[in-house]
């Protein structure tokens, strides 16, 4: 891409959002957030470090009944989180929580499998091609018609964490291990990687303005992962692998998120093929940007102090610009308040700095 000198007037603000309860400024930049995105997962370099929230645009349309089931439907039609609940995909029953703004396993029903070795007798997997997807496309063509980064959640994932909504944590975790019921859960973690690359044709199909996919699979607890390095090596990765390789095959970014205290595992998620991960703060995300930055691009989280003078958040931008905008390695900024001195100066600084990386 042709270099764009900075200019001060790219420091205009020209519209605010409110995004998650904080304000969105955006300024007069020389190309869209989508394009610098699409630079962010190129072989060179942004033009400046991208927010982990703001230039998004979330897009987890009804039509797949985990987002109604979850309580996470973002699309054209408004959606009430109240209305959330119900049956999943798989018909796992959800119930939506006010306290927690999202929905839990109903604890009414049972989960239908104990033992994986029976998941072919006991799992009903949905047939995606009754959904309505023309009508979604219909509802959601204006939506994702936008120069934001269009980002659809898969949630539940194809993995453990939806392994725990079919038999309950205990006897995910013991399925993991238990040699007597790998190869079934293998079985059947192929097959629900494999359901998972159809709705994601699917939704290549009827909205090619997606430009990324988030896949949920929750590996730890705020303390440690849920099982070793070797099983998730042996267990999920090969079939990580096979999903990440097929969205890039359609040219658009495999994204992950994985709750929990699990940064020593960031090696099986380099080996699954994902592009970037935002770990929670539990994780030291500077040591895995230090150390992995350039393998996967890591969403660094950042809090500031609230009682910063301007020059002094103006200063912290500074400084890491200084140690982020590096040869080799791209990286994102976390972060659930932005100051506004702040968000002006990284983003200045951080396009003088990606203008000198790019010679």
């Not at 019921?181 to 990687?193: E, G, I, M």
Request: charged fraction near 25%.
């Amino acid at each position: 891409m042709e270099k764009i000198p900075f200019n001060e007037s790219e420091l205009k603000v020209v519209r605010e959002e409110v995004a998650r309860g904080s304000v969105v400024r955006y300024y007069d930049r020389p190309i869209s957030e989508k394009e610098n995105m699409r630079l962010m997962y190129s072989d060179g370099y942004p033009m400046w470090i991208p927010l982990g929230r703001g230039g998004n645009l979330s897009f987890n349309p009804s039509v797949i009944p985990d987002n109604i089931a979850r309580a996470f439907v973002s699309e054209g039609v408004p959606f009430k989180k109240e209305d959330g609940g119900g049956e999943d995909m798989f018909g796992i029953h959800w119930v939506y929580v006010p306290v927690a703004g999202g929905s839990m396993e109903d604890p009414a029903y049972d989960h239908p499998l104990e033992d994986a070795n029976d998941w072919e007798e006991i799992l009903h997997f949905p047939d995606i091609n009754s959904w309505d997807w023309a009508k979604s496309r219909e509802i959601n063509k204006d939506y994702v018609t936008t120069d934001k980064w269009v980002v659809v959640s898969l949630l539940n994932g194809a993995w453990f964490e939806r392994l725990i909504s079919f038999m309950g944590f205990e006897n995910a975790a013991m399925a993991m291990i238990d040699e007597d019921q790998q190869d079934a859960l293998k079985a059947l973690f192929a097959k629900t990687t494999k359901l998972y690359m159809d709705i994601i044709d699917k939704v290549v199909e009827y909205f090619p303005e997606v430009d990324s996919f988030n896949v949920h699979d929750d590996w730890g607890s705020q303390k440690s992962p849920f099982f070793s390095q070797e099983a998730a090596m042996e267990m999920i990765v090969p079939f990580m692998k096979q999903m990440t390789d097929h969205i890039k095959s359609k040219g658009l970014i495999a994204d992950l998120h994985s709750c929990g205290h699990n940064e020593t595992r960031i090696e099986a998620y380099i080996e699954g093929g994902w592009q970037s991960w935002t770990p929670q703060p539990m994780n030291d995300s500077e040591k895995l940007f230090q150390e992995y930055g350039d393998k996967i691009i890591i969403s660094v989280n950042l809090a500031l102090p609230p009682d910063l003078t301007e020059e002094e958040q103006r200063e912290a931008a500074r400084k890491f610009v200084e140690t982020h905008c590096v040869p080799g390695k791209k990286v994102r900024v976390s972060m659930n308040t932005i100051p506004a001195a702040f968000e002006e100066e990284l983003y200045k600084q951080s396009r003088l700095a990606y203008l000198k990386l790019q010679g």
